[in-house]
């Protein structure tokens, strides 16, 4: 039973984090564009692929991984969930960069072998993973809020299971609960994330073009490590802003590796 509302301010936070969640990609798309000529192809596709990889796949292998109550007993334990959450990202989101090069270079080795394609396509990639994050679950959020002040939260409630019923609640109490600043939290961190798309984009490129193939296995190492220690920070309590300042430290790290890799591979 929820017996409060979601604030003005809170809305108006969610509305913010939405409209970002738009112009990130957009304003992305046409600085490449237009300063840098780079093409529209890699774009498009490091957006189709972070669908197809991060949300379908990797979901569908989640789907039959934690069923049946393995994902409680998993997250019970957060070092091994970290590992596990790290790993399934970087696997996922890695391979499908190195697939997406793949054919990029085997359609058009041409059109798309100039280096600024691996800058397009982390565009695409980090961009569209902020409008999935920012746009479809913010919206989510909206709607949920307007239900919790109308009074209608009965019609999410009703049918549910008993999990799905405490899951969903938790939800609904959190958006009653939860400052309206904390919905800019996710704003921020993905501006990191989008720096952090554009080294591995890089990383995994030359392992590609290049045939230095040690850098597939690095990107998916760099990656799974991000997300682990995030996963393991959130599920012992470490200060949200904390974690956001290892983000972007570790970003910059990680941005500084694939520039040095840019300037030693580059044509």
């Not at 409060?4 to 970002?20: C, P, Q, R």
């Not at 529209?40 to 490091?46: E, Q, V, Y």
């Not at 919206?139 to 939260?153: E, S």
């Not at 008993?162 to 969903?168: I, M, N």
Request: charged fraction near 15%.
């Amino acid at each position: 039973m929820i017996n409060s509302t979601v604030s003005t301010l809170s809305f108006v936070t969610m509305g913010i984090a939405v409209l970002l969640g738009l112009l990130i990609p957009a304003v992305m798309f046409i600085v490449l564009k237009k300063k840098y000529d780079c093409k529209k192809l890699p774009f498009f596709a490091g957006c189709a692929t972070f669908f197809i990889a991060a949300i379908v796949l990797e979901g569908i292998c989640h789907n039959l991984i934690l069923g049946g109550g393995r994902a409680e007993i998993l997250m019970s334990k957060p070092v091994l969930y970290g590992l596990y959450g790290g790993f399934m990202a970087g696997l996922f989101e890695e391979t499908g960069r190195f697939i997406a090069y793949k054919i990029l270079l085997k359609k058009g080795k041409d059109k798309y072998s100039d280096d600024k394609t691996a800058l397009a396509y982390g565009a695409g990639h980090g961009g569209f993973e902020a409008f999935y994050i920012l746009v479809v679950s913010m919206i989510t959020n909206l709607v949920f809020g307007v239900m919790i002040n109308t009074g209608n939260t009965e019609l999410l409630l009703a049918g549910l299971d008993e999990a799905k019923l405490a899951a969903t609640e938790n939800v609904l109490n959190q958006l009653v609960t939860l400052s309206p600043w904390t919905f800019l939290v996710s704003v921020i961190e993905r501006f990191g994330a989008v720096a952090w798309h554009m080294a591995a984009s890089v990383l995994v490129w030359f392992a590609v073009k290049n045939k230095k193939f040690w850098l597939y296995p690095l990107a998916i190492l760099l990656h799974m490590v991000l997300d682990m220690l995030a996963v393991i920070g959130m599920q012992f309590g470490i200060p949200v802003f904390l974690i956001e300042v290892f983000l972007y430290l570790y970003s910059a790290a990680c941005i500084f590796l694939a520039w040095k890799v840019w300037k030693k591979e580059s044509c």
